[in-house]
């Protein structure tokens, strides 16, 4: 079993930053790919980012393409935490963002078969 926290939400302005974090419980964190995942009002939830477990013959980072060049996502196992550094933020980056665990693959994982989920974090860009 694992359990996701995520911080670091907020409010920023047009062409700002934001780091967000995703504590993990359980000595099993270093085995799960992690991910981010945002939901915007009215949508679907869509991937962001995903980072391989630690172990991987081929590790790998996966972007989105609305993200890549501008998103960072990073994972110190030592602390059980994923981050996602968030650059020149857009309005419309403007979403609840999730982090999520899975055996798989997160960006070809079908949203409802994903393993673990936070609980989400509020981000609000501001023109």
């Known amino acids: 079993q694992v359990q996701l926290v995520e911080s670091g939400g907020g409010l920023v302005q047009a062409g700002g930053s934001l780091r967000l974090s995703c504590a993990a419980s359980g000595r099993t964190f270093s085995s799960y790919n992690m991910g981010w995942f945002r939901q915007a009002p009215g949508k679907e939830r869509e991937f962001v980012a995903a980072?391989?477990?630690?172990?991987?013959?081929?590790?790998?980072?996966d972007y989105s393409g609305s993200v890549k060049g501008r998103f960072t996502i990073s994972r110190d196992n030592a602390k059980n935490t994923v981050y996602l550094q968030m650059n020149s933020l857009k309005p419309e980056d403007t979403a609840v963002y999730y982090c999520?665990?899975?055996?798989?693959?997160?960006?070809?994982?079908?949203?409802?078969?994903?393993?673990?989920w936070g609980q989400g974090t509020q981000v609000t860009v501001s023109s």
């Open positions: 980072i391989s477990r630690s172990g991987d013959s081929i590790g790998y980072v």
């Open positions: 999520a665990a899975d055996s798989s693959r997160l960006r070809v994982v079908p949203v409802g078969n994903i393993d673990y």
